[in-house]
């Protein structure tokens, strides 16, 4: 676009944010900004419109299923560690030296924790 000043939200920065802007989890500021970038940058305007179909193609195909409390709990915690600056859930730490596994086993595997071979 020849003659027109630099726009002050480069696409990289959108695209980063790009599902945050989807899924209004921004604050009404930066969305406003981001709503500007979008409807002046054709590239990134297409990107948005690709990732806001996918986004509701999966809202038809799968909306419907019913998400475990547990598992909503899970996550909602994971959520709330990461925003206190923790970074890592509990079951995610080292375990020490002596080969003992975290409670609820490999993160994300879906499976129980094994138990430490014996030491026979």
């Keep these: 676009m020849s003659g027109e ?7 990289s920065e ?4 790009l599902y945050e802007y ?4 921004m604050p009404d500021v930066d969305s406003a900004k981001f709503q500007e ?3 002046e940058c054709s590239p ?8 806001e179909s996918v ?15 547990d598992l909503r709990a899970k996550v909602l915690d994971r959520i709330d560690l990461i925003r206190a600056g923790e970074g890592r859930a509990p079951a995610e730490r080292p375990t020490s030296a002596e080969g003992s ?3 609820e086993g490999v993160a994300g595997s879906g499976e ?4 430490a071979p014996s030491a026979e």
Excluded: F, M, N, Q
């Excluded at 000043?5 to 696409?11: F, K, Q, V």
């Excluded at 989807?22 to 989890?25: A, F, I, K, P, T």
């Excluded at 986004?55 to 019913?66: A, Q, W, Y």
């Design 5 to 11: 000043s630099p726009r002050p939200t480069d696409c």
């Design 14 to 17: 959108v695209l980063d944010h």
């Design 22 to 25: 989807l899924d209004r989890e």
């Design 37 to 39: 970038h979008i409807e």
């Design 44 to 51: 990134c305007l297409e990107k948005y419109g690709l990732e």
């Design 55 to 69: 986004k509701k193609l999966v809202k038809r195909c799968c909306g419907h299923d019913e998400v475990p409390s």
């Design 101 to 103: 596994a975290p409670a």
């Design 112 to 115: 129980p924790a094994r138990p």
